[in-house]
């Protein structure tokens, strides 16, 4: 007779256990957006920008990647981007369409040249739409290689080579200062 009982003790113990043990709730990380990725996310506007990163094979010069999703119903295009201390040269406004995704990974269309562009540092960007919209976001600077070893470099205009693989240069004028 025992036995029944147990099983049934068991059983109602188990019933209770399951939430307690499966985290079951609200706000959990689960329902948290995570991002496991080396860039940073902006979804504050109707252009999303996700996993910006400026990935850069020459000290100072680098090219500034993102993926774009136009979360709104009408077209937008990234016209321009600007930060403190740096020249950021956008080859072509970049052409977001509605619910569409640009992956800028694979256009290099966004070279950005500084004192800050060295892997380990962040620089603040902003963002400049069609639209209006302004988003700014403070990126890693990354160096081109393991996953970002197949991102097309963008050559700034004027740069004197667009070879990454260049050796130190021994003359004293290898970086023009403004």
């Known amino acids: 007779m025992l036995r029944p009982t147990r099983r049934r003790l068991a059983a ?3 019933v209770l256990l399951v939430p307690t ?5 609200f ?9 496991p990725a080396v860039g940073v996310n902006n979804r504050d506007g109707q252009v999303d920008v996700l996993n910006a ?8 010069e680098g090219t500034f990647v993102a993926s774009l999703v136009n979360k709104g119903s009408s077209d937008d295009s990234l016209e321009s981007l600007d930060g ?4 950021v040269q956008v080859s072509a406004p970049v052409e977001v369409k509605a619910g569409d995704l640009v992956n800028l990974a694979d256009t290099g269309a966004v070279s950005v040249v500084g004192d800050g562009v060295q892997p380990g540092d962040f620089v603040r960007l902003t963002l400049q739409f069609e639209s209006g919209q302004s988003t700014e976001v403070n990126v890693p600077v990354v160096p081109h ?5 197949e991102v097309e470099l ?25």
Do not use: H, I, N, W
């Not at 080579?161 to 023009?176: Q, V």
């Open 12 to 14: 109602v113990a188990m």
């Open 21 to 25: 043990l499966g985290a079951c709730g």
């Open 27 to 35: 706000g959990y990380q689960t329902d948290q957006v995570y991002q």
């Open 53 to 60: 990163v400026v990935v850069t094979s020459t000290e100072g």
């Open 84 to 87: 403190d201390g740096l020249q």
């Open 145 to 149: 290689e393991e996953e970002f070893s």
């Open 154 to 178: 963008a050559s700034p205009e004027g740069s004197p080579s667009s070879s990454p693989s260049s050796s130190p240069s021994s003359s004293p004028s290898a970086s023009p200062s403004p």
